[in-house]
């Protein structure tokens, strides 16, 4: 287990290092601002939506290592996705990162994005995981509120 464990955390630091998707998306259509107070993270998702699939994402922002990694490998993820396959695959994470520390979880359509289990063991950690996900959420329903982890 600690092999797949340091594997996890290469994985997420080589994220973190070389974030992808980093950069403005000038012709997206949907955007919008995450904070997170308790760490500082801040962030800009940028969506082109077409016809209901995403056709490109991007970010933008400052952030810990876990918040970067979380947002470069969420953009990864979804390129090319329906919007109901955003929100489920949203769902899906959350419930990974807030389900108890004790319980190994099963959620094999995850694919990479379930190197994140392990911060269910900090939760101050969540935070930063999951702000990415919910700024995207906010870019999705065209909402100008900025989304903050409060």
Not at 11 to 23: A, E, G, T, W, Y
Not at 78 to 107: C, I, M, N, R, S
């Amino acid at each position: 287990m600690s092999d797949l464990r340091e594997l996890y955390q290469e994985m997420i630091l080589d994220h973190c290092k070389r974030p992808r998707n980093f950069h403005n998306l000038p012709d997206a259509n949907r955007a919008a601002d995450g904070f997170n107070r308790l760490c500082g993270d801040k962030l800009r998702v940028f969506v082109k939506l077409d016809d209901g699939i995403i056709k490109d994402i991007a970010f933008e922002g400052d952030g810990c290592c876990i918040s970067k990694a979380s947002s470069s490998m969420m953009t990864e993820a979804l390129k090319g996705k329906t919007l109901d396959e955003a929100h489920k695959l949203f769902q899906q994470f959350h419930e990974v990162l807030t389900g108890p520390p004790d319980e190994t979880p099963d959620a094999p359509e995850l694919g990479k994005l379930a190197v994140f289990a392990g911060v269910r063991e900090f939760p101050v950690r969540v935070k930063c995981a999951t702000l990415a996900w919910h700024t995207l959420e906010a870019a999705l329903k065209d909402e100008q509120k900025p989304v903050t982890t409060e």
